[in-house]
């Protein structure tokens, strides 16, 4: 079991930007692909980018050329870079690992971290 933490949300006005990281303890992640994954209040989880164990990474299209996902497995660490921010991106964000490949779908990952909240005013 992979235990994870994610921090770095905060309060940041429209076209600003904010960096997440998902920290990992128990096992490296070195094997493991990771999804980030939003919900906001009222709204399903929605995934928002997923990094392979490999390094690639895909983006749906409401963030493409907006996030970037890179990971640091020196430090069992993922982050999820965030430029141009809007106001619909207010949520709780999330990291999830399951073994080697991402998943769009939250129900194939076993392992989620708490959440860190985003608030993005306009």
């Known amino acids: 079991q992979v235990q994870l933490v994610e921090s770095g949300g905060g309060l940041v006005q429209a076209g600003g930007s904010l960096r997440l990281s998902c920290a990992a303890s128990?096992?490296?992640?070195?094997?493991?692909?990771l999804g980030w994954f939003r919900q906001a209040p009222g709204k399903e989880r929605e995934f928002v980018g997923g990094?392979?164990?490999?390094?690639?990474?895909y983006y749906p299209n409401s963030v493409m050329g907006r996030f970037t996902i890179s990971r640091d497995d020196a430090k069992n660490t993922v982050h999820l870079q965030m430029n141009s921010l809007k106001p619909e991106d207010t949520a709780v964000y999330y990291c999830a690992v399951r073994s080697l490949y991402y998943s769009k779908l939250p129900n194939e990952y076993n392992d989620w971290g708490q959440g860190t909240q985003v608030t993005v005013s306009s």
């Open positions: 128990g096992r490296t992640l070195v094997n493991y692909g």
């Open positions: 990094v392979n164990w490999s390094g690639v990474a």
